[in-house]
């Protein structure tokens, strides 16, 4: 005779405990914690307007612009956050604001363009004009024509400013939360996270090139792409005929204390050819192979500490990349559940020699849309959201370096990251 089915949380005549308030009623993280990741996750919608709330309008510092993109008095620079328009703009004063672009009137875009300069913003619509920190200064007809027609009585446009964010400048990036429980950036980042920001990004930054890429897939996995060390010595062949970035060279994974970001590196100069890579079938490590151009991987030592490839993430959507001399900021916007935009910064130091700089735009070749290394990534994560659509109820298998989020120094070949990923994930979203 079959068991009775007896629903959990049920046996002893309780009800079971209903799911935190947003959290689509059937929705339960699988058992196995962050080794396990629903593929419902990339593909609900309920999930997704959940992570709007949760994540991007929740208690989490975003990455907003550089620093030098708003440089001037009068700069003015237009990004997302998540789905949500954002500006960001200097004051005379000097001071970085950053707001929410839409019009207190009746919601319309404020700035419409990338990049502006201008004293104050004003709507096109019925031409309400905002001081560079967001306050509303004029009201057009606020009087009425002729003495007719115009704003009631109270009206008072101290009440109607263009939503502000809190924000932070941290190595030349501009942070931003919509949430007031966020905690300092400082304390977001963490110490190692923190540390490592310095190496890479705390000189006088300057823009080399920018092209932004639409990627046909959720924006969690490219989050975990990114955050994935043992995919990139075996579906990037580039990197490992060329010994850019090998599971055998030394190197490791460093998780912030909460887990949220990661760092991975690698030292170039310690290759010890491992015989896995034969036996794991990997064939661009099986013959050797010359550049037609070799100025492609021309490259001179920044740091005097050995690594020559890293990958640092802040938590949700921030990459940053060193890859040789290759310095970028990369970030994704959310389009919708399946479908996401993909930003690159190309970067050098406003120190650098022009030839410094021409070898940094050459090894731009290597990442981004039409780069040698990075139009890998811009499919593989399509292949998952492929195949994952019609498997909800299935899970992702992340066991590679065991089934803990935790770092380690001594080798890549894991998927801590991608755990600490899921970590942060879980903990902000209630899951
Ligand atoms: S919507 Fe902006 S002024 Fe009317
Ligand atoms: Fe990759």
């Known amino acids: 005779m079959q068991a009775p089915h ?21 929705f339960k993280w699988p058992e196995g914690g962050v080794s396990r990741v629903p593929f419902r996750v990339f593909s609900d919608p309920a999930i997704y307007a959940l992570e709007q709330e949760k994540i991007f309008r929740g208690p ?12 001037q008095s009068g700069d003015i620079k237009t990004t997302w956050l998540g789905q949500t328009p954002i500006i960001v703009t200097r004051d005379q004063d000097g001071v970085v604001h950053a707001m929410v672009n839409r019009c207190a009137h009746k919601g319309a875009l404020v700035c419409l363009k990338d990049r502006d300069n201008k004293p104050s913003l004003t709507c096109v619509y019925h031409a309400w004009n905002y001081a560079l920190d967001g306050q509303l200064k004029t009201v057009a007809f606020q009087d009425g024509i002729r003495g007719k027609g115009g704003m009631p009585e109270d009206f008072d446009p101290a009440r109607h400013r263009l939503e502000p964010l809190r924000v932070q400048v941290y190595c030349g990036m501009v942070f931003g939360t919509m949430s007031g429980q966020t905690p300092p950036l400082h304390d977001f980042l963490g110490e190692r996270t923190r540390a490592f920001m310095e190496r890479n990004m705390g000189q006088r930054l300057k823009i080399l090139g920018v092209h932004s890429q639409i990627i046909h897939n959720n924006w969690k996995l490219y989050a975990e792409n990114v955050r994935d060390s043992y995919h990139a010595t075996l579906l990037h062949t580039f990197y490992t005929t060329f010994k850019v970035n090998r599971l055998d060279m030394d190197g490791g994974i460093v998780l912030s204390d909460k887990k949220w970001h990661h760092i991975s590196y690698s030292k170039r100069a310690t290759l010890n050819v491992a015989e896995e890579y034969q036996e794991a079938k990997v064939h661009a490590a099986q013959y050797g192979s010359d550049l037609e151009g070799p100025e492609l991987l021309k490259t001179w030592e920044g740091f005097d500490d050995g690594i020559t490839h890293s990958i640092q993430t802040v938590f949700p959507t921030l990459v940053m990349q060193l890859t040789l001399n290759s310095l970028a900021v990369r970030f994704v916007v959310p389009r919708g559940v399946d479908k996401t935009e993909l930003f690159w910064i ?15 735009v050459m090894q731009g070749n290597l990442t981004g849309a039409a780069g040698l290394v990075a139009l890998e990534d811009g499919c593989i994560n399509s292949f998952v959201q492929r195949g994952t659509v019609g498997s909800p109820a299935h899970t992702a298998f992340i066991e590679m370096g065991g089934r803990l989020a935790e770092s380690n120094e001594s080798s890549r070949a894991t998927e801590a990251a991608v755990r600490g990923f899921w970590h942060g994930y879980r903990d902000i979203m209630g899951f």
């Open 346 to 360: 190309f970067l050098g130091y406003e120190s650098d020699t022009p030839e410094q700089q021409k070898m940094r």
């Open 6 to 26: 007896i629903c959990p949380g049920a046996s002893n005549g309780t009800p079971p405990q209903a799911p935190p308030a947003g959290i689509p009623l059937d």
């Open 60 to 71: 989490v510092w975003h990455y907003l612009c550089l620093e030098t993109e708003v440089s």
